[in-house]
Every structure is written in structure tokens, then in C-alpha cells.
């Protein structure tokens, strides 16, 4: 009998497990403590923005093989391998994360298991997370209960992919067991590169991977501050820099550097977790990182405002982009939104627009003001930025847009448009790290 697998949290990561699991032709319970992101689901309706995951959401509800719940206690009958994918936020007011719903998952689950199952974390901790939980769970449900931990390694806007065709497997485990379950579980994946650890590795990968990814974003954005200075041009920088095997261009991409609800959090959640155990001074450059980073932001506000002559009061500034990258609707942390925000504070009058993530900004920050195009965005703007390199932007005309603005002044935030077409259609165009 092949398993059973439970996802236990039905958020950006559980809904991607879920579905994902079920095309590889297990039968999956989802569960989730929101009944109303449940009805969603179980109506095969997503409530994130994620290209491919809705119709493989709807094929396995209509094959039978997904399914969802509320109840633990259905859960528990139902399942031999639990995935935990609940969320680890930052919390509120200090650097660290907050691991509580992992605390109520396990606290939830382990009254109801009365057989022999593997429960298995993927969400991203703080190292130490899983051999708590192991003991909790071994206090709570007694020894035919293991816990495994398999980090998730998956992007926004790409969730389906990385999950059906990950780059690596990584099991922290404690016994042959549950590494073979395991092993089993991810079977249909094929020839997938494995690497079989302990808990506390297990975790670090996850927290090193977002840390490297983070610094070398951060890296690019400081040459680009040096460029700046020395009038240089960065882009062409990271160009020469990818040519190098060692280095690589991937996430070498200069602009307003990174958010959302994994690199900022998770990279400060490192460094906390350092701290609590004496190794903080390993860590201190990522201080630098995150700084770097935030100063990306502060120097868009700054290019954008001598644009306008000195000072936003009585300007109007078109935004293009709200979500934390394309091809996602997510704007946590969204630097885009942070932008947009900063300089209606200073007194310019904001219009953002988004293909996909304007219901979601509405939501979180409804004193900005939204457009239903881009076109209408920048409608009598003094100045245009570009905050999120979705390919429409990358794609507009600059006549077309020219026609509509008070005043063609562009400011390029992700380094995204061909500057030389837009300065020949008569355009000011600037952009980070570039003269
Ligand atoms: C990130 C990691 O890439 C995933 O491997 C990881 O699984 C995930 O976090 C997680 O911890 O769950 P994600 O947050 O979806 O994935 O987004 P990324 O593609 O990493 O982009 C993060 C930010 O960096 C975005 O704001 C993006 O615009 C920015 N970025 C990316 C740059 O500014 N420059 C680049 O060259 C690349």
C-alpha cells in the first residue's frame, strides 16, 4: 500500500506540497486551522497567485487523490507521513522567528496518533527547532510517532517546478526508517540529488541557502553604491562578473534588492538564532546585507525625488509593480510597496499598479492610490518608476507611456528596460547603479 500523506498548513508552501504530491499519484489530505482557506481550496479555487498550481489543484480534486479538512483527528486516521508547512514569521518587534504555529501543529496532531507515522517538518527554522519538536512529540505521542525534517527550497512564481523537479533533497533524520520513507516519498521524482543528515544541518541548509542567496543580491547592490559614486556602470559590472563559472550571474541582478516573506525574515531570524547560541559574530555580515539592502530602497526614494526637482509636494508619481518580484502576488516586505509608501509620506501623490497583486496592496495599504493599467498609472506623472520587472512593464512603449505622462522622467528600480530605447524616445532615464 503506498502511503497516505497529510500536509498540515495549506499557506503558499502546504497548497504547492499538496497538489504536487498528489501528481506524483499519492492520495493527500490538506489541512488547515482557516475553514475559509479550506472551502477555497476544496472549490479548486487558489487563494495565491501561482503560475500551474490551480490546474494541478483542480486535476487531483477531480481525480479524488486531494482532498481537505479542518479536523486533526481526521488527519491523524488518515495519514502515514504528515508534512508540516506551516508558516515561521518574524515576530513582532525583534529579529527572531516565531515558531508557535509549529508548536500548535504538533500539540494539535500528536492526542490523535494511535499508529506508527512519520511526521516531517519543511517549514524553516531556527536550528535546535526539530530536536525540540522531536521530544515534544515523542512526550506527546510516544515512540512509534519520528519526526524527519526536509527543508523546502522552493521560489514564489515558480512553486510547481521546484517541487517536481527540485535541485535537492535534503532529510534530516535520526533513524534508517524514516530515511527510507522518505526516500520512498520522493521516489517519483527520479534521479534527484539526496543528502541525508542530522537535524541541526538539516536546518542550517535552509537558513545558509536564503543567507548566500540574500548576500550575494547584496553583494551586487554594494557594487552598485560604488558604482554610483564612481559613475560606473553596474550592469555591465554583473555581466563581466557572471562570465565566471566560480561567481555565476544568477542573483546578480542589481535594483531595489530583495523582500518577501522568506529572505528578509529568514536571513534575521539567522542571525537571532546565532546570537542565543554565542556564535553571533559568525554571522554580523548579514547586518551588512540586510543594511545594504534597505539603503536600496532609501536611494530610489532619493533618485526619484531629485527627478521631480527636490521634493514630491504637489508631484505625481506613477508606480509600476507592487508584488515582491513577478509573477507573484505576494508584497510582504515588498520593496515596491515600501517605495510607494515612503514617498506618499513625503507628499507625492501615488498611483500604483500591479498585474496581479493590486487586490492584496489594496488590502494592506489602502491610503495609496491604485490604477487598473499602467497606462492609467502614469497618466500626468512626473515621474515613472519601475519597482517590479513584470514583463509587461519590460515590454511598454515608451511613446505610448510618453503620451500620457506630465514629464518623461523613468526611474529603472530592477535595471529591467533597454535605457538606450527609452532615452531616444526622448526619455530621463535613471537607474540604480548606473550613471
Ligand atoms: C526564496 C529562495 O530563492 C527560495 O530558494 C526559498 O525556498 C524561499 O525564499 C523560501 O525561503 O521559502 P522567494 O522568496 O520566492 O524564494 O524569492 P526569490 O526568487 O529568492 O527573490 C527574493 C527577492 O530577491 C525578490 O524581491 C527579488 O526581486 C530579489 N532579487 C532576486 C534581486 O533583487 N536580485 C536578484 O538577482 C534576484
New binding site residues.
Given amino acids: 500500500m503506498p502511503y497516505r500523506l497529510t500536509v498540515l498548513g495549506t499557506g503558499y508552501l502546504g497548497a504547492t506540497h499538496a497538489a504536487c504530491m498528489a501528481e506524483l499519484g499519492f492520495e493527500v489530505l490538506g489541512l488547515d486551522v482557516d475553514p475559509e482557506k479550506i472551502a477555497t481550496l476544496q472549490r479548486g479555487e487558489l487563494p495565491i497567485h501561482e503560475p500551474g498550481l490551480e490546474e494541478l489543484l483542480r486535476r487531483h480534486l477531480a481525480t479524488g487523490r486531494l482532498r481537505f479538512t479542518t479536523s486533526y483527528e481526521e488527519a491523524a486516521a488518515f495519514g502515514d507521513v504528515h508534512f508540516v508547512c506551516v508558516g515561521t514569521p518574524q515576530k513582532k518587534g525583534e529579529y527572531a522567528a516565531d515558531v508557535s504555529y509549529l508548536d500548535a501543529v504538533i500539540e494539535s496532531l500528536a492526542p490523535h496518533l494511535d499508529r506508527d507515522c512519520l511526521v516531517v517538518g519543511k517549514s524553516?527554522v531556527p536550528v535546535g527547532t526539530a530536536q525540540r519538536l522531536a521530544d515534544k512529540l515523542a512526550a506527546l505521542a510516544g515512540p512509534q510517532v519520528e519526526l524527519a525534517w526536509n527543508p523546502?527550497?522552493?521560489?514564489?512564481?515558480f512553486a510547481v517546478q521546484d517541487t517536481l523537479k527540485p535541485d535537492r533533497l535534503v532529510f534530516g533524520v535520526a533513524s534508517e526508517r524514516a530515511e527510507k520513507i522518505l526516500r520512498d516519498v520522493y521516489g517519483p521524482l527520479g534521479d534527484v540529488p539526496i543528502v541525508v543528515t542530522d537535524f541541526p544541518t538539516a536546518e542550517l541548509v535552509k537558513s545558509a541557502?536564503?543567507a548566500f542567496?540574500a548576500t550575494k543580491?547584496s553583494f551586487i547592490n554594494a557594487m552598485a553604491e560604488v558604482c554610483e559614486a564612481a559613475h560606473a556602470d553596474v550592469r555591465q559590472l554583473s555581466l563581466a562578473l557572471s562570465f565566471d563559472e566560480r561567481i555565476g550571474g544568477r542573483?546578480?541582478?542589481p535594483?531595489?534588492?530583495?523582500?518577501?516573506?522568506?529572505?528578509p525574515k529568514?536571513i534575521r531570524a539567522f542571525m537571532a538564532r546565532a546570537g542565543e547560541l554565542g556564535a553571533d559574530q559568525a554571522l554580523t555580515f548579514l547586518r551588512e546585507v540586510d543594511a545594504i539592502n534597505m539603503r536600496r530602497r532609501a536611494r530610489m526614494v532619493d533618485l526619484a525625488r531629485d527627478l521631480v526637482g527636490g521634493s514630491f509636494h504637489t508631484k505625481t508619481v506613477g508606480v509600476l509593480g507592487a508584488a515582491?518580484?513577478p509573477n507573484s502576488d505576494d508584497i510582504r516586505d515588498s520593496?515596491a510597496l515600501d517605495v510607494a509608501l515612503t514617498i506618499g509620506q513625503q507628499g507625492g501623490a501615488v498611483t500604483v499598479y500591479d498585474p496581479v497583486a493590486l487586490t492584496n496592496a489594496r488590502k494592506a495599504h489602502p491610503t495609496l492610490d491604485y490604477a487598473d493599467s499602467a497606462l492609467d498609472a502614469t497618466r500626468h506623472a512626473d515621474v515613472v518608476l519601475l519597482l517590479t520587472e513584470w514583463q509587461e512593464f519590460v515590454e511598454l512603449d515608451p511613446e505610448r507611456v510618453g503620451s500620457v505622462v506630465s514629464a518623461r522622467n523613468i526611474v529603472d528600480g530592477r535595471n529591467a528596460l533597454d535605457a538606450e530605447t527609452w532615452r531616444a524616445a526622448g526619455w530621463n532615464y535613471r537607474a540604480l547603479g548606473r550613471p
Fill in positions: 524553516t523546502e527550497f522552493l521560489r514564489e512564481g541557502a536564503n542567496l543580491i542573483f546578480l541582478n535594483g531595489l534588492g530583495f523582500g518577501g516573506g522568506c529572505l529568514d515582491f518580484k520593496p
